[in-house]
């Protein structure tokens, strides 16, 4: 028995070390090392470009889609023309995006080391060069801002192009109007801009979720605890205070009043953010619900964690095929090569 037991170990032992029995640990930063814009930070300042690119995938008209039996073939094709000028621009904008977070990292990296060279600058043996690396790096960030300027403007043009057909086009046809408007929407994200008149449900088709609302506020952190905020909006913290989606639920009751248009009217404006933007963004996917129970608010919050996830992911999938040496780093990293 013994022998057989021995034998036994000694092949399962092969087995571990051989290339399908492999135990890789890796420690946290792992993804940043390797070069990916993987931290939320990044993935927040992509997002409008994201939704842009959400909106005109919807919005691509195909022979029998809806669009292109309401238009003409004259203007189906300059619909299409434009929006692969669009297109192009987004992934113009995308390569320059990514290359400025680069500089970005090197230059934080670089004025840490600079600012060590500073202190230490009584020490002879103290490498000199990091203060010329430090102001190459800024030279770098300087030039990717001013590009990124440049490409955001090409964007900008490309997307007035766009629209303009749409609003050329668009009479009564429900189908061409949400299509305008989601297009509006993912345009209003990425320059900043409010737009008042338009249905919240086209931010919605645009892929904005609830969460991007309640997260947006400390988007840009060094380090932000999310799983710690999600926590805070779905669960009761105190048997005494409400749970954030039970006050957005008496918010929409008491204080969002639907009316004949789509939009609902908020009666009052002293209400605490983002409770309030919360509100308002939910009450636009239910707007015929009258009476809303926190248990409402809480399913609602839970889908729209699914789809902010959903989102995430496919930033993280498209960020490490549009990253040339991302498996390279891995490997080696994991003396696999």
Not at 34 to 46: A, E, I, V, W
Request: net charge negative; hydrophobic share 35%.
């Amino acid at each position: 028995m013994s022998e057989i037991s021995n034998n036994y170990v000694s092949s399962r032992q092969t087995n571990i070390y051989s290339s399908n029995h492999q135990l890789i640990i890796l420690g946290n930063g792992f993804d940043l090392e390797c070069g990916l814009h993987s931290r939320f930070s990044d993935f927040m300042k992509y997002r409008p470009w994201t939704m842009m690119r959400e909106a005109l995938r919807n919005a691509i008209p195909t022979e029998n889609s809806a669009v292109a039996e309401n238009v003409s073939k004259t203007d189906y094709d300059k619909i299409c023309s434009a929006i692969e000028q669009l297109q192009q621009a987004l992934d113009e904008m995308y390569a320059v995006r990514k290359a400025t977070i680069d500089a970005e990292y090197k230059t934080n990296e670089a004025y840490d080391k600079h600012d060590e060279y500073i202190a230490n600058s009584g020490n002879i043996t103290f490498d000199e060069s990091l203060s010329t690396d430090f102001e190459e790096s800024v030279r770098t960030l300087r030039k990717m801002k001013k590009q990124e300027r440049e490409i955001k403007h090409k964007v900008w043009e490309s997307s007035e192009k766009l629209l303009n057909i749409f609003d050329a086009l668009v009479t009564n046809n429900n189908c061409l109007c949400n299509v305008r408007d989601m297009l509006k929407a993912s345009y209003a994200e990425i320059f900043g801009q409010s737009n008042d008149n338009l249905d919240p449900a086209a931010y919605y088709r645009s892929g904005k979720t609830v969460w991007d609302i309640i997260l947006q506020a400390n988007s840009q952190k060094t380090w932000y605890n999310i799983e710690a905020e999600i926590k805070k909006w779905m669960t009761v913290s105190e048997k005494s205070t409400p749970a954030p989606y039970s006050k957005v639920a008496d918010k929409i009751n008491t204080e969002i009043i639907p009316t004949d248009n789509y939009l609902p009217i908020i009666v009052r404006s002293s209400s605490s953010l983002p409770i309030t933007q919360v509100a308002y963004f939910l009450h636009s996917l239910l707007g015929d619900q009258r009476s809303w129970t926190p248990k409402d608010v809480s399913s609602l919050l839970m889908q729209e964690l699914h789809r902010f996830e959903s989102a995430f992911c496919q930033y993280l999938n498209y960020e490490m095929k549009n990253h040339e040496n991302y498996y390279k780093k891995a490997q080696k990293s994991c003396f696999l090569e």
